[in-house]
């Protein structure tokens, strides 16, 4: 079920480009399967910095290594083709949506715990992230499981839950920063609860000094690349913030799914005295997410909401076993229903118009696997991959950004400067550091940047120095032949 909307959307044949993000995280695995298939060659520091001169676009360091090591793995095991990685995407939402039925099963039955595993997994957010290799699935993952081991310590008070839940949350951390919410559960939920005699426990605070012992080490190795090339973001009031969060949520689930979810979570909120752990943990864990991603110094963005998707539809469950069997069975049954007839029609990814040519480039004699390839500018990072993928054999292929080589900039495009103004010093500029191919992406000069229009004017006031090798889907590919002092004398 978890594979079938990849193949529907085309997914599995589509380029990296289903958010900016997507080239580097599955970048960053292959580089790890290439560490495990090479037999740890240098240190991993060492290795990545070698990785990183030839294919520049993965950011281990930026982000916490945990997925890449899982996807590294998997590729080791299973292959690293698109399709192959996807499977693990599958995977993980195949994951959460069987918890899910696991904990909604006792409450509404086999019929209405597939409907709410179902339900999950038929969201459009948790679609789009489950066709992309994305590290936020993976985070919903382990931030469900964690609670609900948090859920088990608050009605046992044993030291294994502690830890377990204490573990989970390192997991999600090393994952993604954006796991450092959970932090807020454990306090909110005894605020909810008024169990204030965990805090008396030596269990109970066993769980931060784990969480930071597991994690500290990484932090304050990595904190030094962390921030490079990021730009500030201009940040909202935090009522603003939380307003626009929840806004965009609601939107991006759609007006009945919303009104389901946050009606049941409203709903729970009147009986919370009466409630059992789990639901008391499942009813704070939105509020701990929507305030944290309101706080942090981020854009707001939906996909890092899908972790309170599996919690609000357990509370669902819960609301909906106070009707009888049937209505709630029916409300569910329908919704899913919706839900699949919009993943069908909607979630459609256009074709690869990259891959053809990469395929091309490689098959092409003159093309060999240690040239100095210069990729296009607004495709970086797809072209890149086309590139790793497709190479047997890796690092070998030098391949350049023009947007780091010819201008300078953040990693959202901002605080852009290009280093060379006039053709003449772009020539001099490649006399010095002479490509073997480029490949260009011409596209309408407004959504240029001056250094991509200095060098498609450079190579087309200078046609002996460069040749036409290949020009297919939108892309064309310039050998280049002859040097500028040659042609000149010439």
């Not at 409450?107 to 590290?135: H, K, Q, Y």
């Not at 109970?204 to 000094?209: A, L, S």
């Amino acid at each position: 079920t978890c594979a079938l909307p990849i193949c529907w959307s085309g997914a599995d044949q589509a380029a990296f480009d289903g958010y900016p993000d997507e080239p580097s995280h599955y970048l960053s695995g292959l580089m790890l399967h290439d560490y495990f298939v090479a037999g740890f060659p240098l240190s991993p520091r060492q290795y990545a910095v070698n990785y990183y001169l030839h294919l520049p676009f993965f950011a281990v360091g930026y982000w916490p290594p945990l997925f890449y090591v899982a996807e590294g793995l998997w590729m080791t095991v299973v292959g690293y083709s698109r399709p192959d990685v996807l499977l693990l995407m599958a995977f993980i939402a195949a994951l959460i949506s069987a918890t899910i039925f696991a904990v909604v099963r006792p409450i509404s039955g086999v019929a209405g715990a597939f409907c709410c595993a179902l339900l999950f997994l038929l969201l459009p957010d948790v679609l789009s992230n489950s066709s992309m290799v994305m590290t936020d699935t993976t985070i919903v993952l382990l931030s469900f499981w964690s609670l609900l081991a948090l859920a088990r310590y608050f009605e046992n008070g044993e030291w294994r839950d502690s830890i377990l839940f204490a573990f989970l949350v390192s997991c999600a951390i090393m994952t993604k920063y954006s796991g450092l919410y959970l932090a807020l559960v454990p306090p909110l939920s005894l605020l909810a609860g008024k169990r204030w005699e965990l805090l008396r426990r030596p269990s109970f605070w066993i769980q931060p000094v784990l969480v930071v012992a597991l994690c500290a080490p990484w932090v304050l190795y990595t904190h030094q690349y962390a921030t490079i090339g990021f730009a500030s973001f201009v940040k909202l009031g935090v009522l603003e913030s939380v307003v626009l969060n929840l806004r965009l949520w609601t939107l991006s689930i759609g007006p009945w799914v919303s009104i389901l979810l946050f009606g049941a979570w409203a709903y729970q909120a009147v009986y919370l005295s009466e409630a059992n752990s789990l639901r008391r943990i499942l009813w704070v864990q939105p509020i701990s997410l929507i305030v944290f991603q309101s706080l942090a110094p981020v854009c707001c963005e939906t996909r890092w909401l899908i972790s309170g998707l599996p919690p609000l539809i357990v509370l669902l469950s819960f609301a909906l076993a106070r009707l009888p069997k049937w209505y709630g069975l029916a409300a569910i049954a329908a919704t899913v229903a919706v839900c699949s007839v919009l993943s069908v029609t909607q979630f459609r990814q256009p074709p690869n118009t990259i891959g053809p040519v990469v395929e091309a480039i490689i098959q092409r004699s003159g093309a060999t696997k240690q040239a100095l390839v210069y990729v296009p500018s607004d495709e970086e990072g797809l072209v890149i991959v086309e590139f790793a993928m497709r190479d047997a054999k890796r690092p070998v292929r030098v391949l350049g950004r023009p947007n780091k080589l010819l201008a300078s900039m953040d990693w959202l495009s901002n605080h852009y400067k290009s280093y060379y103004e006039q053709p003449t010093d772009l020539e001099h500029y490649f006399e010095d550091n002479p490509p073997d191919l480029l490949i260009l992406h011409p596209r309408p000069t407004a959504l240029q940047y001056p250094h991509e229009r200095l060098l498609e004017t450079t190579i087309h006031q200078n046609p002996d120095c460069w040749k036409l090798i290949v020009s297919a889907t939108g892309h064309d590919v310039y050998q280049f032949t002859k040097s500028y002092k040659t042609a000149n004398t010439g």
